[in-house]
T-cell receptor, first 115, second 111 residues
């Protein structure tokens, strides 16, 4: 148990569906992250939130829409996805996002399949 | 930007053997982290190192922060089947604030 909980663990969706991924952290951290991990590729940082403000958006397509209502919760809203978006989506949190405070704890991930 | 190279890329060992892997960078890191990722799961933080020369253990795992601050090592003693997975080193890039991940070492343990 890492203190970061992601739901659902598995998701299958069609290209016209709208779904959301949820992440909750119980560590009292102030920064939260979304990563995409495709097969045999390194982790790709998608979004960073610090104190509920988005501080990084790594050229992610607009069909991915993050939301951070408070420092404990992070959502990733999905719509009109493509099959190449199928991947493991990981949420992480850290005390802060600068330097030595950027020690990230990860959730177990959501395995997304887009048909 | 900063990059982390891990070696070996993969290892196939027999249960009970000791394992060594390393992580190198062309630039200095002030913090080194080691994660393990099981298939289909998120990375789990194993050890964090904060000071050059530091040696830290977590059960059968021991990690060291290289004195040049450009490398780190992870050793696993008396490997068991549940050690199977991908081991990543990581470190915060002080210029970009991003957590930089290594290329990973895939470990297979045979009974």
């Amino acid at each position: 148990e890492t203190g970061v909980t992601q739901t659902p663990r598995h998701l299958v969706m069609g290209m016209t569906n709208k779904k959301s991924l949820k992440c909750e952290q119980h560590l009292g951290h102030n920064a939260m992250y979304w990563y995409k991990q495709s097969a045999k590729k390194p982790l790709e940082l998608m979004f960073v939130y610090s104190l509920e403000e988005r501080v990084e958006n790594n050229s992610v397509p607009s069909r991915f829409s993050p939301e951070c209502p408070n420092s404990s919760h992070l959502f990733l809203h999905l719509h009109t996805l493509q099959p190449e978006d199928s991947a493991l989506y990981l949420c992480a949190s850290s005390q802060g996002f600068r330097g030595g405070k950027n020690i990230q704890y990860f959730g177990a991930g959501t395995r997304l399949s887009v048909l | 930007g900063q990059q982390l190279n891990q070696s070996p890329q993969s290892m196939f060992i027999q249960e009970g053997e000791d394992v060594s892997m390393n992580c190198t960078s062309s630039s200095i890191f002030n913090t080194w982290l080691w994660y393990k990722q099981d298939p289909g799961e998120g990375p789990v933080l194993l050890i964090a190192l904060y000071k050059a020369g530091e040696l830290t253990s977590n059960g059968r795992l021991t990690a060291q922060f290289g004195i040049t601050r450009k490398d780190s090592f992870l050793n696993i003693s008396a490997s068991i089947p549940s050690d199977v997975g991908i081991y990543f080193c990581a470190g915060p890039d002080d210029n970009t604030d991003k957590l930089i991940f290594g290329t990973g070492t895939r470990l297979q343990v045979f009974p």
